[in-house]
């Protein structure tokens, strides 16, 4: 333990404050200050020429692991219709699936400012991004102990899959049919089932767990020992790298998914489905297996970081202190230098001196201390519904492509991860260009929120209108004007013995029809005609058909297809717009609390994003797509995954809760300029007694006036 000595007089230089510093402040200004556990100053060990105490290494470090990071809990989002039609998933449960791993991360979160200052910190982010990696292979679990994919499941298992099962049998000739639903559900194949799902829970909360102290951890590592002037690029290069993250995601996703899912136990007589059949399912495991990988190899380097390091060589003070001290030494005019410590150091100050109990009862009334701020409060509500549309668009968006364009999985995610991610990425630095150019003050701010809130809701009117109605499915859904399907022969399929729960669509060209299986055509005959490395299914002698067919394999192609391009441009640039308010709406975060509450102010906001957007959003949005279906799949007793939706419906409901977001985020940051423009004119009546302070822009320095941290 240090001695303590008598305190010091340090010149601030144009500040013009002298205010009081103890020795163990100076040694943390130096960065000499000793840690618990050690017995001498880590000092002469830092100065070593070793790549571990260089904090540039450790900002190129953490961008990499949260790039890797990021990548593997976006990944399941690239491929959340894949792993549905693989576990006959709901929507709602893969929704559920998605949000799962905000749970572990936000019941640890708020204790991170606990225990930032007790803790080996490159340590502790090194373990939580094991448990990353240790979650990923753990995603990876249900495809190893699932039995192989079997896209028809009427065909024995020593009979090549689509062959006779799905065709027109006699009743006579053909055995009874045995629904799924029925006693050929094993308990086994239910218990199987259960476990994989439960697996995937598992994992997610995993991750969760996991990715707790990476970001707060390393932003808190970086900004304590890197240079005051150099602290702000090295974090703006953190963020920059990181945002790359769900792109890759989505690309991987979109690599992954060309390859089927068992190419690592293909059947013997191969496949003969394509990447365009609404049957095939992709390799999503293996993009879990990838990143995996690639976190556990980024996790490496932080178990030989250092807990302290000395700051850069042309590092003078360590600003964050000196601020501390300086606005300490403000204040201090009015209280006793006993009590001013206790009521001046916010939450994230005092938790190191605080026990968990004590750190559990002062929480609550700072967080509702925090949230009696009008502005605080709005700009957190618009934050929220920006979230909750940024959470189901990036869950559902790429099932969406799929079903309303007739697009594959993979084309999907490339789409996504080529055109929506970059315009975010540069919505957000072009919004914090403008903050820092034009020195936006706070009633700017808030103008340049509600512009790209605005544009943002504008760019989601015409996507009301660009897509298509389902096509016609015999027996199904019929869509009015168009022309009949079964009714056109009746009995066609009488003298099938068509099994239930078979899918295995066929498409008549002439007409625009599809049927469930060829069976349900009335197809007597498959015919497979090779040409060029593929094969293309066909089937004839079909009763239900005009002229017998032949009809090809596969559903029908959608008319709309040719819309996909100017859907994802308006989407893109819609997800442009919301990114902009990002940097002006956090700097009014910062100006709408007390100095001391700054810190916890950040991290309540990250985790009512998480409780009100992150969480419930893709289990509400997974709902609403839900109530689209007109055509569900049962296995063994239970509602699985949706075969067919109601197209239409489809796009109301999904550009409906979108634009119900956007609604809010608008109208939120409507009332914040009001507020603002009200406090503005409030405060123009004491310009005599102090001119100028109430348009002080937002990135103005140490200088600024404790009334102006009231927005």
Known sequence: MESQQPPERIAMGPVGMEPQMTDKDTKAMMGTEDTPGDKASPDSQDLRPSVFHSIKFFVLCHSLLQLAQLMISGYLKSSISTVEKRFGLSSQTSGLLAAFNEVGNT????????FGSRVHRPRLIGCGAILVALAGLLMTLPHFISEPYHYDRTSPGD?????EASLCLTT???PAPTPSNGSSCSSYTEAQHLAAVGIMFMAQTLLGVGSVPIQPFGISYIDDFAHGNNSPLYLGILFAVTMMGPGMAYGLGGLMLRLYVDIDRMPEGGISLTSKDPRWVGAWWLGFLISAVAVALAATPYFFFPREMAKEKDELHFRRRVLAIVSKGKDSSEQTPEESPKKQDGLAQIAPDLTVVQFIKVFPRVLLRTLRHPIFLLVVLSQVCVSSMVAGMATFLPKFLERQFSITASYANMLIGCLSIPSAIVGIVVGGILVKRLHLGPMRCSVLCLLGALFCLLFTLPLFFMGCPTHQIAG?????????GLESFPGCMEPCACPPDDFNPVCDPSTGVEYLTPCHAGCTTRVVQEALNKSQVFYTNCSCVAGGGPVPAG???????????PFML???LGAAMASVTHTPSFMLILRGVKKEDKTLAVGIQFMLLRVLAWMPSPVIHGSAIDTTCVHWDWSCGRRAVCRYYDHDLLRTRFIGLQFFFKTGSLA???????ILRQQGKEEGTKVVTCPGLQQQPLMSGPEKKPEESRV
Do not use: E, K, N, W
Not at 107 to 114: C, G, R
Not at 476 to 484: A, D, L
């Open 107 to 114: 019941t640890l979160i708020v204790f991170v400012s606990y």
């Open 476 to 484: 199904i859904f019929h869509r009015p004007g168009s022309q009949p």
């Open 570 to 572: 308006l989407i893109s």
């Open 668 to 674: 939120c940051f409507a009332l914040i300029m009001a």
């Open 172 to 174: 006579t000739s053909a």
């Open 159 to 163: 009979m090549p899959q689509d062959f």
């Open 555 to 565: 559903s029908c192609d959608s008319a709309c297809s040719h819309l996909v391009l």
